[in-house]
C-alpha cells in the first residue's frame, strides 16, 4: 500500500508571514518545505498586479501557471525526490509536504493536490509595514529587477527611494491584488488565521487543527466504508 | 423662559475632527472652511510642543490600557475656549492668527477620551479609513515632503537626502510593528464609538464636505442660520 502523504498549504498577502510558519510548521512535524517564490522565476510573464478586474482569469492563465510546482509536488507526494529549481537542492518526501502558495486552491493546475488550505489573514498594514522591514531594513537589498543582493549600505540611495515608492504605489506590493486573492483563497480555505502572535503560537494552532481536520476525514472515510459492507 | 438673566449669545460650535493619521481631516477642514466662509481651524499636531504625557515607552502604555486622557494639552484647551469667547489666538507653530467663527473646527485624534476636551465639544466627526490606507498615504506623504534650506530655498527631502529619508521612515516603520499601530488601532476604536458621525475616508473630498455640511444643518444649530 503506498503511504498517504499531505500537501499542507499556507496562503495570504506578500508579508503575512507564510514563509516563516511554512519553516516552522515543517520543523515542528519534521515535514517537507516548499515555496512557490522559490518557482515564480519560471513564469514567462510577471502578474499583472495592477489589472485588478481581470485577476480571476489571470489566476488560472498561463502567465499565473506553475507547472513545474505541481509536477514537483505530483512527485513529492508519490514519495520521490526533486531538485528544487532555484537553488538546486535536493528535497526528499515526507509525509507532510508544506506548501507555501499564495493562491491556494484556486490555481486549477495544482489546487486539487492540496489536502488542507491555511489562510494566513494578516492585517494588511501589517504586511506591508513587515515587506519594507524585510526589503530596506535587512542587512542586503535586492537591486531592482534582479537577485543580486548588495550590502544596505552600499545600494544606491535613489534607487532605493524608487523601491520605496513602488511599495506604495501598488506596483511592488498592491493592497487592491492581495484584498481580491484573499477573498478567492478564503472561499475555499480550511483554515483563517490572523497571523498576530508569536509564530511558536501560530504554528501549533495550524498543527493541531490539521490533526483533527486529518482524524475527521479518516473517520468519515471509515464509517463510509463500514456503510457500504452494511 | 422668559428669564431677564438669560441673556441670548451665539456661542460657538465646536465640532473635533478625528481619524487615523492620514484619514483625511485637513483637507476635509480646509474645504468645509471654504465651504462655510472660512473658519477657525486647530490642530493637535501644531500644538505639540505643549502636549504633556504623551508616552516614551509606546509599547507599555498600549499594554496597560492605553489611557488616552494622559495626555494633556492645556494651551490647546486654552485657546479653544478663547475661541469660544470670542477672542482671537495664535496658532503656536505657523504663528498665524486664528480668528473666533461661529464654527471651530479641532482637528484632534483623541476625540472625546480627554476629559480636558469633553465639556469643550459639541460634535464629533470620525473620518474612516483602513489602516494599511493610512499607512501608504503617511508614508507617501513623508516620502515627498519637503524642507526649507538655509537661503529659504524649498526643497524635496528625497532629492537632497535620500539615505536620511529612507532611515528616518525605516524607523518610523519599525516603531509601527513594534507598538505604533496598535495603538493607532486602539485610540481609533474608542474614539470611533463616541462620535456623533462617522464618515468614509475613501470618498472624494467634496462628497465628504456635503455629508457634514447636510449632519449640521440637521442640528439645527442657530449660528449657521443664514448662512446661505
Known sequence: ????????????????????????????????????????????????????????????????????????????????????????????????IIVEDPHGRERHDIGHL????????????????????????????????????IAQEKADPKEKITVFEKHLNGQYWSRENYIIVNNYVRKNADLIIDGLGSIEDIAELVIRKFKKFKTSITTKKMKGESKSLL | ?????????????????????????????????????????????????????????????????????????????????????????????????????????????????????????????????PNEISLIRSLTRWLNSEKVKKDGKRVKKRDEDPEELLKNMMEFVGLYLESYRDMYVIVCDKVKKKADLIIDGLKEPKVLVQEVLQFLKEQNIESLEGEK
Not at chain 2, 477642514?29 to 509606546?58: I, R, T
Request: hydrophobic fraction near 40%.
Open chain 1, 1 to 96: 500500500m503506498i503511504r498517504k502523504r499531505y500537501a499542507i498549504v499556507i496562503a495570504g498577502a506578500s508579508g503575512c508571514g507564510k514563509t516563516a510558519l511554512v519553516k516552522k510548521i515543517a520543523e515542528n512535524i519534521r515535514g517537507t518545505a516548499l515555496f512557490y517564490d522559490n518557482y515564480s522565476h519560471l513564469l514567462k510573464n510577471k502578474p499583472l498586479v495592477d489589472d485588478s478586474d481581470n485577476l480571476e482569469s489571470q489566476m488560472n492563465q498561463k502567465h499565473y501557471i506553475l507547472s513545474r510546482l505541481a509536477e514537483d509536488l505530483k512527485l513529492l507526494l508519490a514519495g520521490e525526490t526533486i531538485i528544487e529549481p532555484l537553488t538546486g537542492e535536493e528535497i526528499r518526501p515526507r509525509k507532510y
Open chain 1, 114 to 149: 492540496y489536502d488542507y488550505v491555511v489562510l494566513e489573514d494578516t492585517p494588511l498594514e501589517i504586511c506591508l509595514a513587515r515587506v519594507l522591514m524585510r526589503v530596506f531594513g535587512g542587512k542586503y537589498f535586492m537591486k531592482e529587477g534582479t537577485r543580486e543582493l
Open chain 2, 1 to 129: 423662559m422668559g428669564d431677564p438673566n438669560n441673556v441670548v449669545e451665539m456661542k460657538s460650535i465646536v465640532v473635533v475632527l478625528t481619524g487615523n493619521p492620514a484619514s483625511g481631516k485637513s483637507t476635509l477642514a480646509e474645504h468645509l472652511s471654504e465651504e462655510l466662509g472660512g473658519l477657525a481651524v486647530l490642530k493637535f499636531d501644531d500644538y505639540f510642543d505643549s502636549l504633556q504625557g504623551w508616552p516614551n515607552d509606546m509599547r507599555t502604555w498600549v499594554n496597560e490600557g492605553a489611557e488616552i486622557d494622559e495626555w494633556k494639552n492645556f494651551r490647546l484647551t486654552r485657546d479653544i475656549v478663547s475661541l469660544i469667547n470670542g477672542t482671537s489666538i495664535l496658532n503656536p507653530t505657523t504663528k498665524k492668527n486664528i480668528n473666533p467663527s461661529p464654527i471651530i473646527l479641532v482637528e484632534d485624534p483623541s476625540g472625546r477620551e480627554r476629559s480636558e476636551m469633553v465639556e469643550l465639544i459639541d460634535y464629533l466627526i470620525f473620518i474612516e479609513i
